[in-house]
């Protein structure tokens, strides 16, 4: 529609995290988890292009980093970063995700999530098209690089590809896996039980998983644009390294490190209201709003720092 917003990606850090449940030192980097919580969110919006016609009647005008309404120029909403339409994902994956993925080998969890309502480019951003490759793609060959300059240590990567679909956990990677069910424990914090995870080598082989939890998605559905839209999907690499120089018996907690990279394809935001949507589509909507909402509220209290986190 015209008035469609440009996708938007979130993405934020956490503190590193220990391979054992004790608790490691922070450590020292620009990523220091002392700074305010605020600099460690980014919002960045990608502008979709629009056919001509939609553009000369869009009610929104980007200035700077800001997108204004062009008759009422004074309501205008600021964010960290704005590329117009004719930006490649290339120029959005150096301005932020880059240095989440290059600090996610360093041992820093990292997420970024593509926000956004239905058909404002958050899958041609994450994933990418044949012409253009994504946010996904672009970030595990940039993974692989890294890990290979740290010749320091040695590292274990692993991979999980899931959807949310109306509230239910889908394993893509094992078609049969759904329904899973969130656990917490002390060792492993909260995780998805009975996820898979793929021990992986090189970009070739994840993204040859990506493309088969892709092929499942299609299994009844004639719309895959539709269905995709009203589902979650998060590709998780777990990267795990360990100092080579180490042996067992010193006691550096900074010898192993375990971190997480979290990359988000978020449902359309759009509201039912203005979809006009009933029954399961409404369902569909119902969920995707509340869980769209928890994040938004998950996202505010980290962003309120130390003392307003709940
Ligand atoms: N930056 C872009 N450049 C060219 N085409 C784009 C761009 N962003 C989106 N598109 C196209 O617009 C359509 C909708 O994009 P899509 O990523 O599927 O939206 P969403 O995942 O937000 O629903 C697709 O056909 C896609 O190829
Ligand atoms: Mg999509």
């Not at 930006?87 to 080998?105: F, L, M, N």
């Not at 998060?234 to 120089?245: G, T």
Request: aromatic share 6%; charged share 25%.
């Amino acid at each position: 529609t015209k008035s469609k917003a440009p996708a938007a990606l979130a993405s934020s850090r956490q503190n590193p995290q220990s391979a054992t449940p004790t608790a490691a030192p922070a450590r020292r980097s620009p990523l220091d988890p002392r700074r305010p919580a605020m600099d460690r969110i980014h919002v960045t919006v990608r502008a979709r292009p629009l056919p001509p016609e939609d553009a000369q009647s869009s009610p929104w005008r980007i200035s700077g980093n800001a997108v204004a309404l062009t008759a009422q120029p004074s309501i205008r909403f600021e964010f960290d970063r704005i590329f117009g339409e004719d930006c490649h994902t290339a120029d959005v994956y150096g301005a932020r995700t880059k240095h989440i993925v290059d600090s996610a080998v360093q041992g820093f969890n990292g997420t970024v999530f593509a926000y956004g309502q239905t058909n404002s480019g958050k899958t041609y951003t994450m994933r990418g098209s044949a012409n253009e490759p994504g946010i996904i793609p672009l970030a595990v060959h940039d993974l692989f690089r890294t890990i290979q300059q740290h010749m320091d240590r040695e590292f274990l990567v692993r991979m999980s590809y899931m959807e949310i679909y109306n509230e239910e956990i889908n394993d893509l990677l094992v078609p049969e896996h759904r329904k899973l069910q969130i656990h917490e424990n002390y060792e492993r914090g909260i995780y998805v039980a009975g996820l898979s995870e793929e021990i992986v080598t090189c970009p070739e082989q994840v993204l040859k998983f990506v493309s088969f939890g892709e092929s499942h998605r299609h299994i009844g559905e004639t719309n895959m644009n539709v269905y995709s839209s009203r589902s979650h999907t998060i590709f998780r690499m777990v990267i795990e390294s360990r100092d080579k120089a180490d042996d067992s018996d010193t006691d550096s907690c900074d010898a192993v490190r375990v971190s997480v990279l979290n990359l988000v394809d978020l449902a359309g935001s759009e509201r039912a209201a203005k979809t006009g949507a009933e029954g399961v589509r409404l369902k569909e909507g119902s969920h995707i709003n509340k869980s769209l909402m928890t994040l938004g509220t998950v996202i505010k209290k980290l962003s309120e720092g130390i003392k307003g986190q709940g």
